[in-house]
Structure formats: C-alpha cells, structure tokens
C-alpha cells in the first residue's frame, strides 16, 4: 500500500511537470486581497503555494491590499470609513494609517513569512530608511452620476511601474511584493484600490496570468449564493452583470480590473477563493477550472 500511496505521489508529479514546463520563466501577478489576510491558515497555504510556484521556476509576483486592517486600524483611531465607488476616501489622517498598515505592517509580514516559508522575498515599500517604491501615478479622478467630479482625497492610480526592478528580482529568484500605494512625480503618496494596482503590475511585465484571491468562490448571479458561482464570464456579460446590479461592492473593482487587463492583452485571468487550501495550486497546475475565469470573448 505504501509503495502504491508513493506512486501516486510521483503520478501527481508528473502531471503537474507539463504545467511547470508551460509556466517557466512566465510572470504570474497574484492579488491577495485583506480578506484573505485576515485568515491567518488561508494566508499560510497561500504563500507556501507561491514559494513553490517560485522553486519550480515560474515569477509570482504578489500585489496585497489590506482593506479590512484598515478599516479596523481607522475605527481605532475614531475615524469613520467611507467609500466612494469603491474607493476609501482617504483624508492625511487616513493615508497616514494607510501607509503603517498597509505599506509597511501587512507588506513587511507577507515577505517576512515567504521567508520564514523557505522562499526569498522583497517588501517593496517607501516606509523605512531605503525607499523600495516600484509604482508610480498621480491623483484618481471620478465623476459621479452627474458627471461632476467626485473629492476622493488622496486617492491615486498607477501610471507608471519600475518593471526592470521586478524583472530583476524575479530573475533573482524573489518574490516581489507590492503594497497598493504609489508615489506621485513629486513624491507625494497616494491611496491605490489593490485590484486596480495589481491589473497596472500585470500589464507593465506582460504577465501570463492575473490571479485574484478572495474570500468569495468567485463571480456569483447572486452575490449570496455560492451555487450561483459563474465558472466562466465574458468582458460584455460582465459588464452586464455590473450594470444590472448583480455585482456590487467590492466585486466591482475587482471586475472593472480584469476586464481592463483583459483589454491590455494579459491572457487570463481569474477571481478565486484565497480561503480554499491550495487553490492558487488547484487554478495552475490543474484543469478544475476553480473559481471565475474572465474571457475577453467566448472562444
Ligand atoms: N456578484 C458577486 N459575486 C461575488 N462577490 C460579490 C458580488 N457582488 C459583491 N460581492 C462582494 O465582493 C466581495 C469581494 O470584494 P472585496 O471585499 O473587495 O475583496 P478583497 O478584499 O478580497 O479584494 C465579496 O466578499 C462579496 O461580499
Ligand atoms: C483607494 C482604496 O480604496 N484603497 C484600498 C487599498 C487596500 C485594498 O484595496 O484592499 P483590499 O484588496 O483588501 O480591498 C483601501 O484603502 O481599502
């Protein structure tokens, strides 16, 4: 039986070798959302996932938010969050928290356990002495249903990121992680929705895949539901989904993301459950078709 048990280890390994051969040396950006950080078992699976990916040769790069640390961090600190379109209208008292927690707490703990997990990793950061900043941009501007702008703060999206700095450290063997914040030309820090920040980091190093990790099983008809999950959705369904009122909150981002990756040219990418053991795995190495999968058209 034990012989048995160990071929089928050896069968798993080789069916994940056509997985490994396709993905080596190909850039896969993952967005971990707050959700699933604040799971700390789901976190952990997570990034041992990444440090393999790592060790067989693929280049994640992790892209993290840190939205309900936040919000925490500001009830703490009597402020009350607001969101506008999504976005967390960040006032200086609030930026100044989003820079501890999100900026230098969450990113420094996420490398800091890659490491721990046998992995080399590098917090990429304006908090501390060296400043490790890779994204760039300027204010976000958004207008409301009457077409007048909207006052979010210092609230920023990313138009420009330092992609020979990534490369290098992919080549290197480490794992880039990505707070979602970016400095203005004038060095002014700015707010940034993670899922916005990771669609910028995939698009400027031309990753094969976009893979965001949540605390939902994907793109639901009824975001209540879990058997409502849509296995597959198109750039002109999803819109439609958006439109009528089906995907609604944070989810809205998230898609609006996609689709705009969709339309820079990144080949794939998917919504799944960062709470599911290994389902970063599950999406790369295997045809289970975990989670949503956004299509530009149906092929
Ligand atoms: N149609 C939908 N399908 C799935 N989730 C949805 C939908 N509409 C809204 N949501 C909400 O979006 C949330 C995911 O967005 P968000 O909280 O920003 O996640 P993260 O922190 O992981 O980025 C889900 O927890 C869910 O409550
Ligand atoms: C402008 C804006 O909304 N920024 C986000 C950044 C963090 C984030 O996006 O975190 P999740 O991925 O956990 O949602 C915020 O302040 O919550």
Redesign the pocket.
């Known amino acids: 039986m034990e012989t048995q048990d160990a071929i089928e280890k050896a069968d798993v390994l080789i069916e994940a070798m056509g997985w490994i051969r396709r993905f080596r040396d190909k850039t896969t950006v993952i967005?971990?959302?707050?959700?699933?950080m604040e799971q700390p078992e789901a976190l952990h699976h997570l990034l041992v996932d990444i440090v393999f990916m790592e060790s067989v040769g693929m280049r994640p790069i992790v892209v993290h938010?840190g939205?309900?640390a936040i919000s925490r961090a500001m009830t703490e600190a009597k402020i009350e969050a607001r969101f506008i379109q999504?976005r967390r209208y960040t006032d200086s008292a609030t930026l100044a928290i989003v820079e501890k927690v999100l900026a230098g707490e969450i990113n420094e703990r996420i490398a800091g356990k890659i490491e721990e997990f046998g992995g080399r990793s590098m917090p990429l950061n304006f908090v501390g002495e060296t400043n490790n900043n890779v994204l760039y941009g300027e204010p976000l501007e958004i207008a409301g249903d009457d077409g007048k702008p909207l006052d979010l703060g210092h609230v920023g999206k990313v138009t420009k990121v330092d992609r020979d700095t990534l490369d290098n450290l992919c080549y290197a063997g480490q794992v880039p992680v990505i707070p979602s914040m970016c400095e203005t030309e004038s060095g002014q820090r700015l707010n940034v929705n993670?899922?916005t920040a990771a669609t910028a980091v995939a698009q400027a190093v031309g990753a094969e895949k976009l893979v965001?990790?949540?605390?939902?099983?994907?793109?639901?008809?009824?975001?209540?539901d879990p058997d409502?999950?849509?296995h597959s959705l198109t750039a002109p369904q999803a819109q439609e989904?958006i439109a009528n009122g089906?995907?609604?909150?944070?989810?809205?981002?998230?898609?609006e993301a996609c689709l705009e990756t969709l339309r820079r040219g990144v080949k794939k990418v998917h919504?799944i459950d960062?709470r599911v053991r290994h389902s970063l795995l599950l999406e790369i190495f295997t045809n289970l078709g975990v989670g949503t999968e956004l299509i530009a058209e149906p092929v």
Do not use: C, E, H, Q
Not at 215 to 220: A, E, K, L, T, Y
Not at 246 to 255: D, E, F, L, Q, W
């Open positions: 967005k971990v959302g707050g959700s699933v938010g939205g309900a999504g993670a899922d965001f990790l949540s605390d939902v099983n994907g793109v639901r008809l009824d975001k209540d409502s999950l849509v989904l089906s995907i609604a909150s944070g989810m809205i981002p998230k898609v919504i960062g």
